[in-house]
């Protein structure tokens, strides 16, 4: 028995798998032109920042208010470095999620596929080989039901690092301000 029974089968299946590599080359330019965007959006503002920092530090007449001043001038840069961190998370969570849809459908297709296969193999198996088969299958599902479970942890503690970092971040910002 070999994996492809026609050639259309073949064919279907590199097909599927050129659309795949399509999706994920332009899920990679796209992540790319968001990151572009940001760099330059954040770099813009870091420089009207900066001009705006220079102007007040000249204007500056009495030494005494050099401390207040610095506070004022470091809050605008904390708050864009959290910003830029929160989207360059955004950027690369959704990535890693189109790649997941991606990849999950794969796996669908795969665990789909063996079923099928599966049930051919049974289909000629010996009498009384159905126990067996049955126990590769509830394998087969339990092991999808923990790759399922993994995922979801995983989501949950990156959004947990995320939510942690603004808070530290957040925190570091309101002391140095205060």
Not at 74 to 94: C, F, H, L, Q
Not at 127 to 149: C, P, Q
């Amino acid at each position: 028995m070999t994996p492809f029974n026609t050639p259309e089968q073949f064919a279907a299946l590199n097909k599927a798998n050129l659309e795949n590599l399509v999706a994920i080359a332009n899920s990679m330019f796209a992540r790319a032109d968001h990151l572009t965007a940001l760099n330059f959006n954040t770099a813009c503002a870091i420089v009207e920042d900066g001009v705006a920092a220079t102007r007040s530090l000249m204007a500056l007449r009495d030494v005494q208010n050099l401390p207040g001043l610095q506070a004022k001038l470091a809050e605008p840069m904390i708050d864009k470095t959290v910003g830029y961190t929160r989207g360059v998370y955004e950027i690369a969570a959704n990535g890693q999620q189109e790649f997941g849809r991606l990849f999950e459908s794969q796996i669908d297709e795969l665990n789909n596929a063996f079923k099928r296969t599966l049930e051919q193999v049974a289909k000629s198996a010996p009498a009384g080989s159905e126990a067996m088969f049955a126990t590769i299958k509830s394998s087969v599902e339990t092991a999808n039901d923990l790759i399922g479970n993994a995922t979801k942890a995983a989501r949950q503690a990156a959004e947990a690092n995320l939510t942690a970092l603004t808070t530290t971040v957040k925190g570091a910002s309101d002391t140095s301000a205060a």
